[in-house]
């Protein structure tokens, strides 16, 4: 796909939905599974590049009939890791968009990457496919982290990938994590002035969180390692705003920093409650069709998602009507991770409610008192106060809904 493609064959009156619509492909397969992650990522010496190619074709297939018309604002190829796909199936996918879709024509087309010497020499080619946004998997700058966290590339690595991505892609992000055991505010202090000597207009900052099914899981019950307390973790999140504060960029997510006008727009579709298609093992999705709300999810394991899809023309195990209660709570969870909170007019038109009579009075006063929360005129956000107890805060605001 051309950086121009898409750019033709327009829809005369494409349909636009509120807070955006885009595409989610999955690519499941890595070089090794990192001990902290939980995505459906999985480890293959051999991958069928054209039977892959070919099921995610049909699956966008199967998805594009249910929504042709729509303005297609973004593409997110996401993993596992998708800078070890074959740029043609990246272009493959991208040159058959506009059979379905009114291509926007600044559309985002995002890509995650790995920062090893063997992928970053394959950043031209996933710009000649047409993806215009690369986002670097760093994690840190310090070798001895890497190893902790199972990372196969060295910090001198990861400078030269954000080099390479830099002079070859209109818009770039790199994500780091902290908050690793034995982390103090000067180590994470030092990460983040090399990170922001890139000059980055986008990054992703992580604090670690151990997940169940990760081998961290197991470690950390059986007391491998110790990770910061609660107090240095939102010393090391304060330090972390500050420090990006300063550099141009803002916190418009509670782990994401940007240069205004940077921010990534094909997230900004999930929190602010868009649909998106997703297509790729596991993948999930969320659209609107007839004026009711479905989310769909697909086969999770890579072998079984492919056999779905010879047998049946497509892997989608779920597609089902999202109830009111369950639309209302997936709206406050994902609005409220945004610096600019929920917008009360998109909340009506996507849950058909006003936003106070989805609100316990009592609870949502109590929170604004405690200057954890504000309500006004725009909508409903947490504070600077409020973000460093999200969870506390949105399970506070979803509880009578569960």
Not at 193 to 198: E, I, M
Not at 206 to 229: C, M, V, W
Not at 254 to 272: C, F, P, T
């Amino acid at each position: 796909m051309s950086a121009d493609t898409g750019r033709h064959n327009r829809v005369s009156d494409p349909v636009k939905i509120p807070g955006g619509f885009g595409l989610y492909v999955h690519w499941p397969f890595c070089v090794s599974k990192c001990p902290y992650c939980d995505f459906n990522s999985h480890v293959s010496d051999a991958v069928d590049h054209k039977a892959w190619q070919s099921g995610l074709l049909a699956e966008l297939d199967h998805f594009g009939n249910k929504t042709k018309g729509r303005r297609l604002d973004t593409v997110f190829f996401g993993g596992g890791t998708p800078s070890l796909m074959p740029p043609d199936t990246v272009a493959a996918i991208l040159e058959a968009l506009p059979r379905y879709w009114d291509v926007a024509p600044d559309i985002e087309i995002t890509l995650e990457a790995n920062p090893s010497s063997v992928e970053a020499r394959k950043f031209a080619d996933f710009r000649a496919a047409g993806v215009n946004r690369v986002s670097v998997g760093v994690q840190s700058f310090d070798n001895e982290a890497l190893r902790f966290l199972g990372r196969a590339h060295s910090a001198d690595a990861a400078a030269n990938a954000i080099t390479i991505a830099k002079q070859t892609f209109d818009r770039t992000s790199f994500d780091l994590i902290y908050a690793l055991p034995g982390q103090n505010p000067e180590d994470w202090a030092r990460q983040l002035d090399r990170a922001l000597g890139f000059s980055p207009e986008h990054l992703s900052l992580y604090q670690l969180t151990i997940e169940k099914g990760t081998t961290f899981y197991s470690d950390h019950r059986n007391g491998a390692f110790d990770l910061p307390d609660e107090e240095l973790a939102a010393d090391l999140y304060e330090l972390t705003g500050e420090s990006v504060l300063k550099a141009g960029l803002h916190a418009y997510e509670v782990s994401n920093y940007a240069v205004i006008g940077q921010e990534s727009r094909h997230n900004l579709i999930y929190w602010r409650g868009g649909d998106y298609a997703g297509i790729g093992p596991g993948a999930h999705g969320r659209l609107t069709i007839d004026g009711q709300r479905y989310r769909s999810e697909q086969v999770p394991l890579p072998a079984n998602w492919l056999g779905s899809i010879g047998q049946r023309g497509h892997a989608t195990r779920v597609f089902e009507i999202i109830t009111g209660p369950e639309q209302i709570i997936e709206y406050l969870l994902m609005g409220m991770r945004l610096s600019e909170g929920i917008d009360r007019r998109l909340f009506a038109r996507r849950t058909g409610r006003k936003l106070e009579d989805c609100l316990d009075g009592a609870r949502t006063k109590v929170l604004q008192e405690a200057g954890l929360i504000e309500l006004d005129a725009a909508g409903l956000r947490a504070t600077a106060s409020g973000r460093l107890r999200l969870n506390a805060l949105t399970e506070a605001l979803v509880s009578e809904f569960v």
